[in-house]
């Protein structure tokens, strides 16, 4: 049985981001909101109103529409921009390339009924759209830094509320590169020259290995400060709909994991373990960037998808029946604590399983999930596996049953009966489009196509 959190009042000044130089007073300022964390029960968020659960209406009216989301990647070019449009012969053909297969699935997702498209505009240390802060992403020419010729962020922004979609800016706040390998490093190397360059050569200090990649390292406060005003920029100048973080907190692998024993040394003085000051490490970047959005833009949504199980029962009481990795004592994330205090707009649980896989049932999840939203105002909309559909498992033969449509059902049909769930969000984008989905594709047509979405 692990210990319970040992948690502890700390109190810092915020030192400020040495490489910035942005002109917007607004951005500079959001990086001073949080100076002070405490314990639970009490909430640092920025005391505007909240971002209200809105009461079920007996005629529920478009705004009220539950979430029919999917998460479009970027990384790797998993899901978008297309391979193939990095090599082209020219700027405008690539251009053009990238827009029309952007246009070609917001289409597409229309037509399906997705209402929310979560963009991933910061797939590592590189950006999506117009920053002066990160170099340009080499997903969209295939060099670190090369402007691309126009903005993703802005042009996605526009297409999808043009078809009455929502978007949010999903970032992954932590990862710099997606390898070690001697030509990233290389690469990364290569940028000193730009304005800007990469936060790789601007701070080495602040760069760590884990799961074989680098990372920032959380433990260091002129880190969360830098992340802060990455989000702090897209939002005052984007009209983006929400903002998301991914699980990939302190992600680390058996191989390979996270060198912060001299950060640790420097910052951790008071915690009892190390667990409990990168919980707090984390604690104190959600806070400052819920802060942060809410001083900025009220209305835009702040949200997290961490992994499905929070903690355990056999290690935590509160805990769901489950045996799963947990995102408390893996990723020393307590995402059931951010909800309590009204950290964020929603949070979105990657429930990854079947209901038939026992270490982690579909059912158990949701429900237990539903639980802890019940008494905030956090909305909760379930993160399904739409990569695991008509693919063959041992564990998990439900995905292949009649092309995985009876899980895919019985999914939806307990996100959008039970109390307390509002929406669901398929991971990822491009499974839409494989040979294995596609009777699940169907379903979802049949199921959700036919309603008009409009903001």
Known sequence: MKKPEFTITRCRRISPVKPLKLAGALIAASLLLVSCSSGPPKSLVTPLPPVAKPPLPTNPGHNQEPMRGVWLATVSRLDWPPVTSVN???????????????????????????????FQVKPDGTALWASKILPWSDMLTGNIGEDPGYDPLQFMLDEAHKRGMKVHAWFNPYRVSVNTKPSTVAELNRTLSLHPASVYVLHRDWIRTSGDRFVLDPGIPEVRDWITSIVAEVVARYPVDGVQFDDYFYAESPGSTLNDSQTFRQYGQGFSSKADWRRQNTQLLIEQVSRT?????????????????????????AGS????????????????????????????????WPFSRQAARYDVLAKWWAEVVKPTKTRLYIGIALYKVGEPSKNEPDWTVQDGVPELKKQLDMNESLAGIDGTILFRENYLNQPQTQQAVNYLQ?????????R
């Open 446 to 454: 049949s199921r959700w196509g036919h309603s008009s979405v409009t």
């Open 88 to 118: 082209v012969s020219s700027a405008a053909l690539r251009i053009s390339q990238q827009k029309q297969a952007l246009t070609d699935k917001l289409d597409k997702l229309k037509s399906l009924g997705i209402n929310t498209v979560f």
């Open 293 to 317: 959005i809410k001083q900025l833009k009220p209305d835009v949504e702040f949200g997290v998808s961490p992994a499905g199980v929070w903690r355990n029962i056999s290690h935590d009481s």
């Open 321 to 352: 029946d489950t045996r799963g990795a947990a995102a408390y004592d893996e990723s020393f994330a307590d995402t059931r604590r951010w909800v309590q205090q009204g950290l964020l707009d929603y949070i979105a649980p990657q429930v990854y």
